[in-house]
């Protein structure tokens, strides 16, 4: 039996749907570039009669006036889908096997536990690798290919893509640690969308009252794809936090997995 392989196909159809969904949202934006740069002025007008709503999705003026402030805006509403999906695979990593009463059966082959959690994280991981590869590489060249008559920051524009990535890693680790707290979860969808959009808000918030503990524990601070537009370049503190963040949840998921009572049929 090959856990890697069992749980990586369980979630190819998955993978897809994802997929699609992340390329049409991002190609009709992608579409929709010149339009909005010719006409930036005019969503000025607009943006300045937003009030406080533009601060809450980091928008200025002079998101509308260049391809990579229109891609860091709308690119960073996408990373709540990215969120959605990791966030599902690591909340159903461990609760829905034990609700569905089949985790026993897996316990009983002669295969460690960490062994079985390892190979589930790869896979879930693989997965997740998978989807922000293609959507790199498609939109990335669907930008340069549309928006051609514009001066793009290539590297600027990779580091916004990429940070689907890291986003997604956050998500993935900080539901499965979560998980393990909860039982016989037969529908992770409501935990996923609570957890990404209550910590998007919640970035929102910080941003807008300008609270600034908050962005230490949200990745929607992190990787603020607005601000790598502006700037072109990762925050270096923010990212060595996530990252801790990542190793630590999965180190504390091991301990906690192999101390778990798992119930049997």
């Known amino acids: 039996m090959n856990i890697f392989k069992l ?20 190609l009709i934006v992608v579409s929709f570039i010149p339009m909005i740069v010719d006409q930036g002025e005019n969503f000025v007008d607009i943006l300045d009669s937003m ?15 260049t391809v990579l402030g229109i891609i860091g805006m709308y690119f960073g509403m996408l ?22 009463l089949t985790a026993d059966f897996l316990l009983t082959k002669p295969v460690k536990r960490s062994k079985i959690i390892t190979n589930k994280i790869l896979a879930s991981v693989a997965i997740m ?39 997604q890693l956050f998500f993935f680790s900080l539901s499965i640690l979560i998980s393990l707290f909860l039982k016989k979860v037969k529908s992770v969808t409501p935990f996923s969308m609570g957890l990404v959009f209550g910590l998007f808000i919640l970035s929102a918030f910080a941003r807008t009252f300008e609270i600034e503990f908050i ?11 607005a601000t ?38």
């Open 129 to 167: 690798f998978i989807t922000c590869v293609i959507y790199v590489l498609v939109t990335y060249f669907s930008v340069i290919t549309i928006a051609s008559n514009y001066t793009i920051d290539k590297k600027a524009l990779l580091l916004i893509l990429a940070t689907a990535f890291f986003v």
């Open 228 to 265: 790598i537009a502006q700037n072109g370049t990762l925050d270096t503190k923010f990212f060595i936090i996530n990252l801790c963040v990542v190793l630590v949840s999965i180190a504390i998921s091991y301990l906690l997995y192999r101390r778990r009572d798992i119930q049997s049929v």
């Open 79 to 100: 990373l709540i889908v990215f969120g959605i999906q990791a966030a599902n695979y690591g909340f159903s990593l461990v609760t829905v096997e034990e609700a569905e």
């Open 215 to 225: 962005k230490y524990i949200n990745p929607f601070s992190y990787f603020e794809t």
């Open 51 to 65: 009030g406080a709503f533009g601060d809450v999705f980091n928008i200025n003026s002079a998101t509308f006036s």
């Open 7 to 26: 749980e990586f196909k369980k979630k190819i159809k998955s993978m897809l749907i994802w997929e699609a969904s992340i390329l049409a949202w991002a």
